[in-house]
């Protein structure tokens, strides 16, 4: 019998694969199976047992494999080192069909373990532990205002994805970026919306939603606490014109019909955030075009036809669905709504949302500020007050204490300021970027501004008022008197979100 050679894995490189492999596998299987079969719910856990250690052994067995190749080149080179032999296989040897049945077995076994490993990698990768918690810092605004959003249920990947592999490569290869970012300290603060690569609306917010069969109305109500001494509470109730694009005539009726479905609109973006729109182009069901140009804008209506246009869908009006970062004044109002805070304590409006909207650098400092400041106010201004209901004003302390925690992220500098909300029209521009009665076409037709084009308000006032009301049509009453017509100017003029403060 001759010689056998020496096995092609017997080089330093291949024990060295093989040693890494096999721990991996070692530490990584046990893991594996916890992972499984309890509900353990370690964000980092899963980059371990999913990303890190599968990637090591991998890596170990891809390294054997390189050793071998390079053994067996070697060998070839130097023929009369160790003659080059293919194996013999002979199933009349007991032992070879035992060694051949062993390695078979063990491929199967690898082979189960990558599609496990494989599939929950790509399903760790995609879940909402892994885009809102291993980055917590980063991702920390956008995962706490999702889990208070009516989306708190959808995973991300549903919005920023969706189905099909073009769109998971690319978000894969876009991931890898962002991991390089995060590691290296190298994001932006904020992160810049809008987003520039997010997929078409269609694709992701219809797989659930279908504006086309929003017919009608749907009620509303606003609820607002005023910044004077005894907050007053003040309501709006509104039917918002959602109608959608197969209505019954001809003419579509309502916001989703006009905007999306039956008509198409692009729009110009003088600015990064599509704040400033010097140049709308929309093109009717029969596939007639108009175009409208801003009066407002600095730019020629030549310069703004050359800019690059967008087709208006979903998310140039939900710029928040899932995000939602309150203002102060929204947060504010709800909490005393709620009765999370007590409105009778005397300007209590004004002064949360004044601590709301400090400079802060950290989320401590800002706590921290509110804790101190709101009982400190009472304690110097309204002493009688103070000694009666103190436990009212430390708990409104904590509630604020809460809404900063919720809205607004120091860190990442992350609040409303940073990330307009367009639906509406109070704080930011919202709809009026276009309907603000200065775009209009050559021929003369404008983009309305009437205040009952898109809303009808059926109450207004105090809640006694508001109770007493026949709901019927009306005009709009501004809740203070400011000494202008509010309704021919830009809301957001004087509003902020904390009430011009
Ligand atoms: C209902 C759909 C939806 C879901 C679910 C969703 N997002 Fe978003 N996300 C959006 C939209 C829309 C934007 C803003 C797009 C724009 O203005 O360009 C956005 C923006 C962002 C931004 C950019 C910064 C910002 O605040 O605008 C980040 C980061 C982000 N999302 C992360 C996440 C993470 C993490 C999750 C899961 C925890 C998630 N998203 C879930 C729709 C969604
Ligand atoms: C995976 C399914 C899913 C996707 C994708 C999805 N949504 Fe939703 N959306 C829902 C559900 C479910 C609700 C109702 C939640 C509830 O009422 O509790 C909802 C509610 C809403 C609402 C009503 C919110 C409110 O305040 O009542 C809006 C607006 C909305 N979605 C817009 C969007 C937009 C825009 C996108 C795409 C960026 C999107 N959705 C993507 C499932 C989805
Ligand atoms: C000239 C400045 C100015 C303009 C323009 C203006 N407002 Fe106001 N608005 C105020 C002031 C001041 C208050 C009182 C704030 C307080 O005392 O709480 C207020 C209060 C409100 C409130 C009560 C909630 C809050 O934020 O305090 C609503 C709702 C409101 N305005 C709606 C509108 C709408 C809608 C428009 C646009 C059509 C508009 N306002 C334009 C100055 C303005
Ligand atoms: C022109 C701006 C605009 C566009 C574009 C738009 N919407 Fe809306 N959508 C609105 C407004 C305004 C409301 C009323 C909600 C409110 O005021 O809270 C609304 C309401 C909704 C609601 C809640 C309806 C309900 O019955 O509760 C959903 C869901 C929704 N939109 C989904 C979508 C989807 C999906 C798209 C893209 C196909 C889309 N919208 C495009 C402005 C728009
Ligand atoms: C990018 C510009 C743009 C923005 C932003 C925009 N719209 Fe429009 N909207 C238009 C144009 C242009 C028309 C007129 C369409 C036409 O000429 O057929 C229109 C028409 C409408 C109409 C029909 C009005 C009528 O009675 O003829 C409604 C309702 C409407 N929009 C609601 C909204 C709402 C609500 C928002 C904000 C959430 C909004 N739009 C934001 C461009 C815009
Ligand atoms: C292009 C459509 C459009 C036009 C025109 C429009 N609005 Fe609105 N308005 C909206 C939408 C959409 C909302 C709902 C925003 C939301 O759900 O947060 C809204 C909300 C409001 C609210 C409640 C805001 C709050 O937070 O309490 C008031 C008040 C209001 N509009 C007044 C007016 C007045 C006054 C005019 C005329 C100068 C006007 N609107 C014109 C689309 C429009």
Same mark, same amino acid.
């Given at each position: 019998?001759?010689?056998?050679?020496?096995?092609?894995?017997?080089?330093?490189?291949?024990?060295?694969?093989?040693?890494?492999?096999?721990?991996?596998?070692?530490?990584?299987?046990?893991?594996?199976?916890?992972?499984?079969?309890?509900?353990?719910?370690?964000?980092?856990?899963?980059?371990?047992?999913?990303?890190?250690?599968?990637?090591?052994?991998?890596?170990?067995?891809?390294?054997?494999?390189?050793?071998?190749?390079?053994?067996?080149?070697?060998?070839?080179?130097?023929?009369?080192?160790?003659?080059?032999?293919?194996?013999?296989?002979?199933?009349?040897?007991?032992?070879?069909?035992?060694?051949?049945?062993?390695?078979?077995?063990?491929?199967?076994?690898?082979?189960?373990?990558?599609?496990?490993?494989?599939?929950?990698?790509?399903?760790?990768?995609?879940?909402?532990?892994?885009?809102?918690?291993?980055?917590?810092?980063?991702?920390?605004?956008?995962?706490?205002?999702?889990?208070?959003?009516?989306?708190?249920?959808?995973?991300?990947?549903?919005?920023?994805?969706?189905?099909?592999?073009?769109?998971?490569?690319?978000?894969?290869?876009?991931?890898?970026?962002?991991?390089?970012?995060?590691?290296?300290?190298?994001?932006?603060?904020?992160?810049?919306?809008?987003?520039?690569?997010?997929?078409?609306?269609?694709?992701?917010?219809?797989?659930?939603?279908?504006?086309?069969?929003?017919?009608?109305?749907?009620?509303?109500?606003?609820?607002?606490?005023?910044?004077?001494?005894?907050?007053?509470?003040?309501?709006?109730?509104?039917?918002?014109?959602?109608?959608?694009?197969?209505?019954?005539?001809?003419?579509?009726?309502?916001?989703?019909?006009?905007?999306?479905?039956?008509?198409?609109?692009?729009?110009?973006? #003088?600015?990064?955030?599509?704040?400033?729109? &010097? +140049?709308? %182009?929309?093109?009717?069901?029969?596939?007639? /075009?108009? !175009? =409208?140009?801003?009066?407002?804008?600095?730019?020629?209506?030549?310069?703004?036809?050359?800019?690059?246009?967008?087709?208006?869908?979903?998310?140039?009006?939900?710029?928040?669905?899932?995000?939602?970062?309150?203002?102060?004044?929204?947060?504010?109002?709800?909490?005393?709504? #709620?009765?999370?805070?007590?409105?009778?304590? &005397? +300007?209590? %409006?004004?002064?949360?949302?004044?601590?709301? /909207?400090? !400079? =802060?650098?950290?989320?401590?400092?800002?706590?921290?500020?509110?804790?101190?400041?709101?009982?400190?106010?009472?304690?110097?201004?309204?002493?009688?007050?103070?000694?009666?209901?103190?436990?009212?004003?430390?708990?409104?302390?904590?509630?604020?204490?809460?809404?900063?925690?919720?809205?607004?992220?120091?860190?990442?500098?992350?609040?409303?300021?940073?990330?307009?909300?367009?639906?509406?029209?109070?704080?930011?521009?919202?709809?009026?970027?276009?309907?603000?009665?200065?775009?209009?076409?050559?021929?003369?037709?404008?983009?309305?501004?009437?205040?009952?084009?898109?809303?009808?308000?059926?109450?207004?006032?105090?809640?006694?008022?508001?109770?007493?009301?026949?709901?019927?049509?009306?005009?709009?009453?501004?809740?203070?008197?400011?000494?202008?017509?509010?309704?021919?100017?830009?809301?957001?003029?004087?509003?902020?979100?904390?009430?011009?403060?």
């Amino acid at each position: 019998m001759t010689e056998q050679p020496k096995r092609l894995w017997r080089n330093p490189a291949s024990l060295l694969g093989l040693a890494l492999a096999f721990i991996a596998t070692a530490v990584g299987l046990p893991l594996m199976f916890a992972d499984l079969l309890s509900a353990f719910n370690n964000p980092y856990a899963g980059i371990l047992i999913y990303l890190t250690l599968p990637g090591v052994a991998a890596f170990g067995v891809a390294l054997a494999l390189a050793g071998m190749l390079w053994e067996r080149r070697r060998r070839r080179l130097h023929p009369d080192e160790a003659p080059a032999l293919l194996p013999i296989i002979d199933f009349n040897d007991a032992r070879q069909r035992l060694t051949l049945a062993a390695y078979a077995g063990l491929a199967a076994v690898i082979l189960v373990l990558l599609s496990v490993t494989g599939y929950r990698a790509y399903d760790y990768s995609d879940s909402v532990r892994f885009c809102g918690l291993v980055c917590h810092q980063v991702m920390k605004p956008e995962y706490e205002a999702y889990l208070h959003s009516p989306h708190a249920r959808v995973a991300c990947v549903a919005c920023h994805v969706g189905p099909g592999a073009k769109w998971f490569v690319h978000a894969k290869l876009t991931g890898l970026y962002q991991v390089y970012a995060t590691a290296f300290n190298k994001y932006p603060r904020p992160i810049p919306t809008p987003v520039r690569n997010l997929r078409p609306a269609e694709e992701t917010c219809a797989q659930c939603h279908w504006p086309a069969k929003f017919f009608g109305a749907q009620q509303k109500s606003f609820v607002h606490y005023l910044t004077d001494e005894k907050n007053s509470p003040w309501r709006i109730q509104t039917l918002i014109k959602i109608g959608g694009g197969q209505s019954a005539g001809d003419a579509p009726v309502g916001i989703h019909a006009h905007m999306n479905i039956a008509n198409e609109i692009y729009y110009a973006a #003088a600015d990064e955030k599509r704040q400033d729109i &010097p +140049y709308i %182009k929309a093109v009717d069901r029969k596939g007639v /075009a108009t !175009e =409208y140009f801003s009066g407002e804008s600095k730019l020629s209506p030549e310069q703004a036809a050359k800019l690059p246009l967008r087709r208006m869908d979903c998310v140039d009006c939900h710029t928040r669905p899932s995000h939602v970062f309150n203002t102060p004044e929204q947060a504010v109002s709800r909490a005393l709504e #709620a009765g999370l805070a007590d409105a009778s304590l &005397p +300007y209590l %409006k004004r002064e949360a949302m004044r601590l709301l /909207a400090g !400079e =802060y650098k950290t989320e401590a400092e800002a706590l921290a500020k509110i804790s101190q400041e709101l009982p400190e106010f009472y304690r110097k201004n309204y002493p009688a007050v103070y000694a009666k209901k103190e436990a009212a004003v430390r708990q409104a302390a904590a509630a604020v204490g809460e809404l900063l925690r919720e809205n607004v992220f120091p860190e990442m500098k992350a609040d409303w300021r940073a990330h307009e909300n367009n639906l509406g029209h109070l704080v930011s521009a919202g709809c009026f970027r276009c309907h603000d009665g200065e775009h209009k076409s050559r021929d003369g037709k404008v983009v309305t501004k009437d205040c009952g084009a898109c809303h009808t308000i059926v109450a207004q006032g105090t809640p006694e008022q508001v109770a007493k009301a026949r709901l019927q049509a009306q005009p709009f009453k501004h809740p203070v008197d400011v000494g202008v017509d509010v309704t021919q100017m830009r809301c957001d003029s004087c509003h902020n979100g904390t009430s011009g403060l």
